[in-house]
C-alpha cells in the first residue's frame, strides 16, 4: 500500500503474555521509528532504525521491550511478560531518512489492552 | 535533553473564532520544528513544518513562526472550522534529522458549531 501499515490494529491480551506488534513502512523509506502513545499523554519515544545503522533503542522502558527490522523494511515490537501499564497506542512511522528535514509518516497505530 | 511544552487542552472554541496553540522547546543546536495533527480515527499527519530562525510555516490557514529568541512555535489559526477539532502536536527534530522527533503532550481542540 502507499502508507504506513500497522497490524492488528487492536490487541487484547493477558498480563504476562507475550505480544507482537508488526509495521510495513512506505517502500523505500529508510527510517522506521516507534511511538507509544497513552492515555492522555503525548508521544513517548521508543526505538528508531535508520539504514543499517545500529538502532537508537534509548527510549525503550525495561527489557521486556524489544525491536527487530528485517531486510531493512518490516519491523516487528515485541512486549514480554505484559504488564497493565503497557496497555496504550503503539503507533510507528516512517521517513526517507537522513535530510528528510523530519516529516514523518504515521501509521494508524496498534492499540493494546493489557487485561 | 530536548523538550517541548505545550499548552494542556481541551481547547473548546466556537467556529470561526481565532485559535492559538502555545508550544515553546528547549533544544542544542538549531532544530526544526514541526507541527503535526491527529484526527479522530487517523494516524498523525504534518501540518506545517519550520526549519530556520524567523521563518514561518503554513498549511490550510494555520500558521507557526521558528522564534529562537523566545523558543516558541505558536499555532494560529484565524478562523476554526469544526472539521479543525483534532489532537495537535508540537515536535522539534534535532541533530539535523539524525534522531527521532521530539513530541509535545498534544492539545485536544474541540470546536463547536
Known amino acids: 500500500g502507499a502508507g504506513v501499515s500497522q497490524s492488528p490494529s487492536n490487541k487484547v491480551t493477558e498480563k504476562g503474555k507475550d505480544v507482537e506488534l508488526r509495521c510495513d513502512p512506505i517502500?523505500?523509506?529508510?527510517?522506521l521509528y516507534w511511538y507509544r502513545q497513552s492515555l492522555g499523554q503525548g508521544l513517548e519515544f521508543l526505538i528508531y532504525?535508520?539504514?543499517?545503522?545500529?538502532?537508537?533503542k534509548s527510549g525503550l522502558p525495561s527489557d521486556r521491550f524489544s525491536a527487530e527490522r528485517t531486510g531493512g523494511s518490516v519491523s516487528t515490537l515485541t512486549i514480554q511478560r505484559t504488564q497493565q501499564e503497557d496497555s496504550a497506542v503503539y503507533l510507528c512511522?516512517?521517513?526517507?531518512?537522513?535530510?528528510?528535514?523530519?516529516?514523518?509518516?504515521f501509521g494508524e497505530g496498534s492499540r493494546l489492552t493489557v487485561l | 535533553g530536548d523538550s517541548v511544552t505545550q499548552m494542556e487542552g481541551p481547547v473548546t472554541l466556537s467556529e470561526e473564532a481565532f485559535l492559538t496553540i502555545n508550544c515553546t522547546y528547549t533544544a542544542t543546536g538549531y532544530p526544526s520544528l514541526f507541527w503535526y495533527v491527529q484526527y479522530p480515527g487517523e494516524g498523525l499527519q504534518l501540518l506545517l513544518k519550520a526549519t530556520k530562525a524567523d521563518d514561518k510555516g503554513s498549511n490550510k490557514g494555520f500558521e507557526a513562526t521558528y522564534r529562537k529568541e523566545t523558543t516558541s512555535f505558536h499555532l494560529e489559526k484565524g478562523s476554526v472550522q469544526v472539521s479543525d477539532s483534532a489532537v495537535y502536536f508540537c515536535a522539534l527534530s534535532d541533530q539535523g534529522g539524525r534522531r527521532a522527533l521530539t513530541f509535545g503532550s498534544g492539545t485536544r481542540l474541540q470546536v463547536q458549531p
Open positions: 532504525f535508520q539504514g543499517n545503522s545500529a538502532p537508537d
Open positions: 517502500s523505500g523509506h529508510t527510517a
Open positions: 512511522a516512517s521517513s526517507p531518512g537522513v535530510g528528510s528535514n523530519g516529516e514523518l509518516f
